[in-house]
């Protein structure tokens, strides 16, 4: 099994910068994505951000030019950095890695972290 482990949330103000990560361990072969997602109150969960390994980055409009993903292969983890935050930021955040398990099996699978609250005050 694959466990993912967020960290970094927080309350800021408008304006302010957090920076999440992501730690992904267990029965790991290779990762092919990881990402960001978020869920409001009232709201569908979307993507935030998306890494694919040996890919560039792609970001939803909302949060372009503000938020950066980054990612270290070697160590299975990836960050999200925020800056100049908006109360329309306020969400629980996801991790999500798309885990390929084994060496013998090529299915690909997609995993979720617990989620963490990120609030923005105006």
């Known amino acids: 099994q694959v466990q993912l482990v967020e960290s970094g949330g927080g309350s800021v103000q408008a304006g302010g910068s957090l920076r999440l990560s992501c730690a992904a361990s267990?029965?790991?072969?290779?990762?092919?994505?990881m990402g960001w997602y978020r869920q409001a109150p009232g709201k569908q969960r979307e993507l935030v951000a998306v890494i694919p390994r040996g890919d560039s980055a792609n970001y939803a409009d909302s949060v372009k030019g503000r938020f950066t993903i980054s990612r270290d292969s070697a160590k299975n983890t990836v960050s999200l950095q925020m800056s100049s935050l908006k109360p329309e930021d306020t969400a629980v955040y996801y991790c999500n890695a798309d885990v390929r398990v084994s060496y013998s099996r090529t299915t690909v699978y997609r995993y979720w972290g617990q989620g963490t609250q990120v609030t923005v005050s105006s």
């Open positions: 267990g029965s790991i072969f290779s990762i092919n994505a």
